[in-house]
């Protein structure tokens, strides 16, 4: 199986900071990856997919790029409907496996 | 507006078998994926298998191999999952996602999720 490693496992920052979370897979996915947010008790929501592309209705502030083994997720200015947790997810290959979550707190 | 409506919480004793389904609508079902991804409490999410809507071609992790079946019926448009030999470990929040069946794959939407409790 793949395994796929966020980091880091938490953050904190305040409003309007830039975050970045780094996603980095076992081996190459090539661009199959995808970002997912997961609010308390709710359902996981995609934000991005093939590494790079905004899903539909997804502000333009969350971003993603990499590429292989590496990958990132960008928030460029942090609102406070932001402040929950992410999970990477690759889609190269079955099992579908996720990252363990990265938890952005306020600071 | 696409919709993914699970069925209800179940509570099951160790050994029994679970049954969840999941409604689709607002969309055309057999055009794509039914995934299943469960996360236990304070975990990250798992994925179990999937279905091919369309040809009902199946997939699962080897982890479940041997006691998931998830299976389809077109007419209801509707996908299922069933999880036999039950333990306290698969207590969790099942959920259903909808996937495309052509690259690149991501889980679109998503059902509410089933919280599926095994106790004695």
């Known amino acids: 199986d793949i395994q796929m490693t966020q980091s880091p496992s938490s953050l904190s920052a305040s409003v309007g900071d830039r975050v970045t979370i780094t996603c980095r897979a076992s081996?190459?996915?090539?661009?199959?990856l995808n970002w997912y947010q997961q609010k308390p008790g709710k359902v996981p929501k995609l934000l991005i997919y093939?590494?790079?592309t905004l899903q539909s209705g997804v502000p333009s502030r969350f971003s993603g790029s990499g590429s292989g083994t590496d990958f990132t997720l960008t928030i460029s200015s942090l609102q406070p409907e932001d402040f929950t947790t992410y999970y990477c997810?690759?889609?190269?290959?079955?099992?579908?496996?996720f990252g363990q979550g990265t938890k952005v707190e306020i600071k | 507006q696409v919709q993914l409506v699970q069925s209800g919480a179940e509570v099951k004793k160790p050994g029994a078998s679970v049954k969840v389904s999941c409604k689709a609508s607002?969309?055309?079902?057999?055009?794509?994926?039914i995934h299943w991804v469960r996360q236990a409490p304070g975990q990250r999410l798992e994925w179990m298998g999937w279905?091919?809507?369309?040809?009902?071609?199946?997939k699962y992790s080897q982890k479940f191999q041997d006691r998931i079946t998830i299976t389809r019926d077109t007419s209801a448009s509707t996908g299922y999952m069933e999880l036999s030999s039950l333990r306290s470990e698969d207590t969790a929040v099942y959920y259903c996602?909808?996937?495309?069946?052509?690259?690149?794959?991501?889980?679109?939407?998503w059902g509410q999720g089933t919280l599926v409790t095994v106790s004695s």
């Open positions: 279905i091919n809507a369309g040809n009902g071609n199946t």
């Open positions: 093939a590494a790079s």
């Open positions: 081996q190459s996915i090539s661009s199959y």
């Open positions: 997810q690759q889609s190269y290959t079955t099992p579908r496996t």
């Open positions: 607002g969309y055309t079902f057999t055009n794509y994926a």
């Open positions: 996602a909808r996937d495309v069946v052509v690259t690149p794959s991501r889980f679109d939407y």
